[in-house]
């Protein structure tokens, strides 16, 4: 068994982002080491004296913890909006099949013995632009 080499392009990628994360990993643990302390969180906007629900956490596990739900927020948000450009790859991936099953059965025509097909009359070329906002 033969492994095809990696291509400079992937391990390019792979270096990249050694060279982004391991420094985005080091000043994230030199944040939390100085952000231990516990700070009060209040979920209720009514009364400061004595709310209803509070949470008691370390900074660091406030501001990391935060973060996270935003790239979770934005992932989905993105996820959502792509939806439409997701439905169109996989119906030009269905008629790309289709398309190539047909050629396949017109090859398998012509070899036969059969005169080959007319040519089909070029269609409307197709255009994709970008979603509109």
Do not use: C, Y
Not at 49 to 60: D, I, M, Y
Not at 74 to 101: C, K, P, Q, Y
């Amino acid at each position: 068994m033969s492994r095809e080499p990696r291509s400079s392009r992937g391990v390019l990628r792979k270096i990249v982002a050694a060279v982004i994360l391991i420094p985005l990993a080091v000043v994230i643990v030199a944040f939390a080491v100085a952000n231990r302390q516990m700070v009060t969180v209040s979920l209720d906007p009514f009364s400061a004296e004595r709310p209803a629900s509070t949470l008691t956490l370390p900074l660091f596990g406030l501001v990391i913890g935060l973060l996270i739900v935003g790239v979770l927020i934005g992932g989905a948000a993105s996820w959502v909006r792509h939806g439409n450009l997701r439905r169109t790859a996989r119906r030009f991936e269905r008629d790309i099949r289709e398309l190539r099953s047909e050629i396949a059965s017109l090859r398998h025509a012509a070899g036969g013995g059969a005169r080959p097909p007319e040519p089909a009359k070029p269609r409307e070329r197709l255009q994709l632009r970008p979603p509109v906002p």
